[in-house]
């Protein structure tokens, strides 16, 4: 029996068992946290700027001008989510008194 | 793709998934965020040294700037009472890019591409358009540069039906004979389809439709990576797709809403929410002065915070409020409902903008049974979270979303700029009932004048 793995068998196993990673990771979040959550989220789908580079340097013709807008779009997600996300996490926990209090004890301890 | 890239590839994917993991809990949410985003450079760096093929180098850098300089300056610019139509932008502009690049591989590959390859495309056209076009006729609702109320076309639905069936019918045609122009056929379908498709939401269900769009551009985002066989856009993509179809459900359940009433609700609603409107009511109107006596004389007051508090920026204001009034003695709680401001947790990132401490806070199942032995319930910039009607009249849209049970408070003050209904567009009967008062007015003069009064006391 051939034991190696298709090709396309290898991607479709990775997007099943991706499924349940993303299910499984996020199974316990808190209402608090669905805004940022979803921010983070929208963030890491701008990965698909990896994508849109590598097409556009082998793109041709009127193709090029289509992969330079990819780019433009998929960066704009991918580094604006980011950076939004980061400041509303910025707020919730920078001035957090509870985290300022426990913060100060472990200087404290040290 | 060398295995060294291959590898590093895997490592970005790791990051994704601790990314989100860490978004999960409030102790690790920044730094998760941020391994995300150390994941998505890695793999951006990477990517550039995959072949001596590379072409373009200079205008793709050049392209990546511009993209990120935008995206930087809006998200670092943008107020956090607009910052969920922001996300619903980011997210369109990403579905758009994912069909984008189907479009241009299918250029490249045509008709030799094999069936798989096709249907993968088809689906990244297909969901990246939807993605596109929903996102952005959201953001313009919530942008308020257009209405906010469900729009219903005449024969909206049938409609809808057609061209998502046009859809379907140009998908199955392309994977059975690939070709550009069906491909093109099925972009404009598909980008009519996701308009239509966002169009009839009713503006109290925006969030769970941003969430769901999110969920399509993940999955938009997966069936790219088949079709530019990365494994790295699958697993992101994919991780995306499914623990945003979670959070949708995870959301909707916040509202009480089966997440089919939230698409198809509206055609339902619509004449529901017309009812109501018009006729004059008597309704109590009153002073800051008198607000202030109430609030300073009472044993226990709730805050329900509201969008029109962050319009204001009164977050400040009510804070220096609930200081005075804890000075007092009084018990001072907020009660936070799920979808308090425009999403879900919205209402938590701005009142922690003002440093309101957490302990205040309180979630809606904590605190309803509460407002029974309160004295003052104090509703700012709030309407349809404390609207009755969601819990006692069935043809009202909102109808089984859960509510802050205000009304069961000793006293109820609203205060409001006018007498217009909430973002659902429905009236509140609460307004009208004897145990409340209306201090009308921009939320953050009101509550100067209030917190004047009680400082006079």
């Known amino acids: 029996m051939d034991t190696s793995l298709s090709p396309d068998i290898a991607l479709l196993t990775v997007f099943v068992l991706s499924v349940f990673v993303g299910i499984e990771v996020i199974s316990k979040v808190s209402s608090m946290l669905h805004t940022p959550l979803m921010s983070g989220a929208n963030a890491i789908h701008g990965i698909v700027l990896v994508g849109a580079i590598s097409v556009t340097a082998n793109a041709n013709g009127f193709a090029i001008v289509l992969g330079v807008i990819a780019i433009v779009m998929s960066s704009i997600n991918l580094v604006g989510g980011f950076v939004v996300t980061d400041r509303m996490l910025e707020m919730f926990g920078g001035k957090k008194p509870v985290k300022k209090r426990t913060a100060s004890e472990d200087g404290g301890e040290s | 793709m060398s295995s060294g890239a291959q590898l590093v590839n895997l490592v970005a994917a790791v ?48 392209a990546l700037l511009v993209g990120s300089a935008v995206g930087w300056i809006a998200a670092r610019r943008v107020q956090m009472t607009q910052m969920p139509q922001l996300v619903a932008l980011f997210n369109g502009v990403g579905g758009g890019a994912a069909a984008l690049i189907a479009v241009i591989e299918f250029t490249s590959t045509g008709t030799s591409a094999s069936t798989l390859a096709v249907i993968a495309t088809v689906l990244t056209v297909l969901i990246g358009c939807v993605s596109f076009t929903g996102s952005i006729v959201t953001f313009l609702k919530l942008q308020e540069l257009m209405t906010t109320a469900p729009v219903v076309l005449p ?62 551009t993940g999955l938009s985002v ?144 904590e605190v309803n049974p509460e407002f029974s032995t309160t004295d003052v319930a104090l509703v700012v910039g709030a309407n349809d979270v404390v609207n009755p009607a969601a819990r006692d009249d069935k043809t009202a849209p909102i109808y089984g979303m859960p509510i802050l049970d205000v009304d069961q408070a000793r006293q109820v003050v609203f205060l409001k700029r006018s007498m217009r209904p909430g973002f659902a567009g429905i009236e509140n009967d609460l307004l009208f009932q004897p145990q409340t008062s209306l201090l009308f007015g921009d939320a953050k003069d009101s509550l100067t004048k209030v917190v004047a009064a009680v400082k006079a006391l």
Do not use: W
């Open chain 2, 222 to 365: 997966a069936a790219s990576g088949y079709v530019l066989h990365n494994v790295l856009l699958i697993v992101a993509g994919t991780l995306v797709g499914a623990s945003g179809t979670l959070l949708t459900q995870l959301m909707a359940e916040a509202m009480g809403r089966p997440i089919t009433n939230t698409l198809f609700g509206a055609f339902r609603a619509s004449t529901a929410s017309a009812a109501g409107t018009g006729e004059e009511r008597p309704f109590r109107s009153s002073s800051a002065q008198d607000v202030a006596i109430m609030l300073g004389y009472a044993q226990k007051v709730i805050i329900v915070p509201g969008y029109g508090l962050a319009v204001a920026q009164a977050q400040n204001t009510i804070r220096e409020l609930v200081d005075l009034l804890t000075e007092r003695g009084i018990e001072v709680e907020y009660a936070i409902h799920p979808v308090a401001g425009r999403m879900p947790g919205h209402m938590n990132v701005l009142l922690a903008e003002a440093s309101v401490p957490y302990e205040q806070l309180k979630e809606m199942d």
């Open chain 2, 155 to 216: 024969a909206g639905r049938l409609i809808t039906s057609a061209v998502a069936a046009a859809s379907v019918v140009s998908a199955i045609a392309l994977i059975s004979s690939p070709s550009m122009s069906l491909l093109v056929v099925l972009c404009i379908l598909s980008l009519a389809l996701g308009v239509l498709f966002v169009l009839p939401v009713g503006g109290a269900d925006v969030p769970i439709v941003i969430s769901l769009l999110n969920a399509f």
């Open chain 2, 15 to 62: 990051c994704f998934i601790l990314a989100l993991k860490g978004l999960s809990s409030p102790k690790t949410a920044r730094r998760g965020n941020l391994v995300g985003a150390a994941g998505a450079a890695l793999a951006i760096i990477v990517v550039f040294s995959t072949g001596s093929d590379f072409k373009r180098v200079p205008l793709i850098v050049f």
